[in-house]
């Protein structure tokens, strides 16, 4: 017995399984476990690289897949997801800055012009605990 208007804002381009996209209706009101979503594509302007793996107990086996756009829980078998940034509310807006990490997105620097911060999604901290981990690599 509720109502909802239509919010042309809450149409985003989401990934249904791997290499078929299609629109998504995404507002709470309708979406009930978007979990950290909201965070990696709060909306359909923003922009991010998203690396998927399938999940523990994959029936096929492990897989990857880099994408631009929402992915399904089910893109690759109740697979995780890694973002290169994450967007937090905030009156500021950050100038998105070079890192190494950007050749592994593919990423290319456009200015950031919304009322949220964004930033990278691995931290400093994370990053040294890598190169520690594997010296020398790339």
């Known amino acids: 017995g509720k109502r909802h208007l239509l919010d042309k804002n809450s149409l985003i381009a989401s990934l249904y ?6 629109w998504l209706y995404y507002n709470r009101r309708f979406n009930e ?8 594509f709060p909306d359909s ?7 998927c793996v399938s ?6 086996g492990f897989s990857a897949l880099i994408v ?6 089910h893109t690759l078998d109740t697979g995780q997801c890694f973002p290169l940034y994450l967007y937090d509310e905030g009156e500021r807006v950050e100038e998105p800055v070079e890192s190494r990490m950007d050749s592994l997105f593919g990423e290319s620097h456009q200015p950031v012009a919304r009322s949220r911060t964004r930033r990278y999604a691995l931290t400093d901290e994370g990053l040294a605990h890598f190169e520690t981990a594997y010296p020398g690599e790339a």
């Open 55 to 60: 999940g523990i107990g994959a029936r096929s």
């Open 33 to 40: 476990r978007v979990y950290q979503m909201p965070r990696i």
């Open 17 to 22: 399984r791997p290499f078929t996209k299609q």
């Open 45 to 51: 302007a923003a922009e991010n690289r998203v690396i």
């Open 68 to 73: 631009n756009a929402l992915p399904n829980l």
